[in-house]
Nanobody
Framework: QVQLVESGGGSVQAGGSLRLSCAASTSVYIYGSYCMAWFRQAPGKEREGVATIESDGSTSYADSVKGRFTISKRNTAYNFDLQMNSLKAEDTAMYYC???????????????WGQGTQVTVSS
């Protein structure tokens, strides 16, 4: 069973940067397209999509992070990163990575989720 493991969360002052990574616990071989994504959930709020990346490299971002966050993928399936720059207090949340076969959409189901990594931005 594939597990996703996040790393790179932490505390930073507003305006700072963090890089989150998501790694699959075992090698994954997929025939066809697949989607990788980052979500976040702040206390008392619903989970929201942050960024997605297709296996062909196409990306999509939430309006709130466009121009500040960059999602990228590595050479093997279900291994990807999120570079977060110009962080704001409102970016504070638990960040989760997710992955699954098929094309990306904000409302699709994902078969694999990470355990979450906390990002705290102080103003």
């Amino acid at each position: 069973q594939v597990q996703l493991v996040e790393s790179g969360g932490g505390s930073v002052q507003a305006g700072g940067s963090l890089r989150l990574s998501c790694a699959a616990s075992t090698s994954v071989y997929i025939y066809g397209s697949y989607c990788m994504a980052w979500f976040r959930q702040a206390p008392g709020k619903e989970r929201e999509g942050v960024a997605t990346i297709e296996s062909d490299g196409s990306t999509s971002y939430a309006d709130s992070v466009k121009g500040r966050f960059t999602i990228s993928k590595r050479n093997t399936a279900y291994n990807f990163d999120l570079q977060m720059n110009s962080l704001k207090a409102e970016d504070t949340a638990m960040y989760y990575c997710a992955a699954g076969g098929g094309r990306c959409s904000w409302t699709r189901l994902f078969g694999y989720w990470g355990q979450g990594t906390q990002v705290t931005v102080s103003s």
